[in-house]
């Protein structure tokens, strides 16, 4: 059988921008993909590869195959030899592609730097999104960030001119929107520096959210590790109509599954009810699978996905996609690990929150329990957009909401906020009518960015510790994540109702059953939604927004100024001590929840994720100290004072004081962000240990020598005291699936001896015992 493989058009060689005009050749040839360097910035598709590796696993396995399952072994490095258990192993994976957000990427890049490679062995990207800051509008808010961020932007550039990456410039739109109009097919595996990358899973793709030292294995042509995912299926029966949105669906799931209970799992979407949703909301589906802690989630090629490809210039992929179908759907009779079967005839609009994306309420008694609880009513602001939900569907159904309220002579009561996914995005939906409709409506069309979700929002209508309400089309909502305000209750759920709560501006308003009234003094309720899922022209691309990489940038220069505030070359992490840790003194016992944002916040501190000694001072300063329920405030067990969290661990540092942090469940939840882990590692932290840890977070710490431990009975925690030392023995024969020890002495003369699981494999171990697993790979060359 001939080799099949789709090449990017030549005169596109990068996938990029210009490729959205026309993404790809009709060229299939052997002679094609042989031609082609590993080192190109060019992608391809190579379904005879997947249905080589498959059916070898197949065979060995000797069962049917979910269609995770057949996409990520069908990238399995050595298909003969691994070994595939579920939950258990540790897979070694050939990825497709890299892609990296501009926050995340910096220290990514500053890492590939510092591995001495000459150029990236995959293909890989960079995208500026997360730097421009919400405040004024569009223009305005990127010519500023343009500004302010311009060491940074021209940092990325470089680096990715010379080491093979392209880059995205500041308003080409959201990373996950760009991957979806761009890189994203059936049966790729694409891994992403941010823990919404799985948004790609409404095309079909595996696309799994990382830490930047994985982005760095796999651009460093390393095999990539993942624990064998758990499969959980989910049974759409049914079709979505009325109010009912796609977002629906990943808010009852959320509600279901809680915020850790598709830890360790893929979510694999099936059934009848598929077809009923369009590929964008699927994509919405998958992206906020990141908030049940899901290593990532996926639909079955359908022909929603086919109309895709073609309307954005793919259409030779959805031809090869249509004849490799049986690669891209699960094998019947597969088997699932847990299965939740969804009716989407019966399925009711919802909104999660607040202070957590799991908290699920129908939109019909959210009313009611705001009341009970005693949270604010008045909606202060509604936003839509994110890269959850900015969709040209999503647009053009909020457009229809707001026509609706126009014509009665109504706008919006709440402030109300558009964010587009993309400058295509933008683009089209100006040139259709839509953003006129939603700025008339009383909406402020922001920069192609992700803006407030992330924290990026320079919000001035209430005070720091003022209740109130927010309603978001969002993803996440923990405590102060979009505004830094703790008192803010934000709200998740479909753009659609944050449409109908901002033209009524209050959370009690159901569209279902409860009445506007207009301008006239007439009762009336607005009707469904309804918006095109494409649009019926093509997409208009916008602004020429990629910058290629030349094919060969080995002459080319990245500079560092040593005296940026920015931008700081990393120094490598000491290796092991070969001994036990002895007599580490707890820097914090946390309390409840901590997730990445507590950890490393985002907002004003992004701008310092290039410089790891000006970023870590944010480490854990929203995180709750049991000892005085306070936040950023802790006893300096060496000179007796309150401080900072930051301050106490530098001071322990300089005097060689080394410390763990002692958690909760589901550590680390959250963003993908490895600052999280880099700071403790940098302020002299060793080990955190706590009942359970997200996915993420976890593997973020071993890649950097740390010691990522769970209580092997979580009463355990209750154990440990504020003062308390910590010693943890056992690591001259640390092996994998054995227990270690941890001997606890308190300042009263008493101890304990606790059992500490760990998850580390062979070569993590190695990772912990060369100091980091960029020590590691150094060491290799």
Known sequence: MATYCLTVARLQLALGQGARRMHVSAAFSAKAKVSMSRFETTSYVNYEKLQSNIDIVRKRLNRPLTLSEKIVYGHLDDPHNQDIDRGRTYLRLRPDRVAMQDATAQMAMLQFISSGLPRVAVPSTIHCDHLIEAATGGAEDLAKAKDVNLEVYNFLASAGAKYGVGFWKPGSGIIHQIILENYAYPGVLLIGTDSHTPNGGGLGSICIGVGGADAVDVMAGIPWELKCPNVIGVK???????????????????GI??????????????????????????????????????????????????????????????????EFSHLLVPDEGCVYDQVIELNLDELKPHINGPFTPDLAHPVSEIGAVAKKNDWPLEVKVGLIGSCTNSSYEDMGRAASLAKQALDKGLKCKAQFTVTPGSEQIRATIERDGYSKILEDVGGVVLANACGPCIGQWDRRDVKKGEKNTIVTSFNRNFTARNDANPATHAFVTSPEIVVAMAIAGTLDFDPESDYLTSASGEKFMLEPPHGDELPARDFDPGQDTYQQPPSDGSSLKVDVNPQSNRLQLLEPFDKWSGGDLEDLQVLIKVKGKCTTDHISAAGPWLKFRGHLDNISNNMLIGAVNIDNDGINSIKNQLTGELGGVPDVARHYKANGLSWVVVGDDNYGEGSSREHAALEPRHLGGLAIIVKSFARIHETNLKKQGMLPLTFSNPDDYDKIRPDSKISIKGLKGFTPGTPLTAVVKHSDGSTDRLQLNHTFNETQIEWFQAGSALNRMKAMQ
């Not at 949703?277 to 989630?297: F, L, V």
């Open 257 to 322: 599954l809680t915020v850790k209970g598709g830890t360790g799992a893929i979510v694999e979407y099936h059934g009848p009810g598929v077809d009923s949703i369009s590929c964008t909301g699927m994509a919405t589906i998958c992206n906020m699978g990141a908030e049940i802690g899901a290593t990532t989630s996926v639909f079955p090629y359908n022909h929603r996905m086919k109309t895709y490809l073609e309307k954005t210039g793919r259409g030779d992929i959805a031809a090869l996609s249509d």
């Open 236 to 254: 759409l029966t049914g079709s979505l109509s009325g109010w009912t949105s796609p977002k629906d669906v990943i808010l009852k799931v959320a």
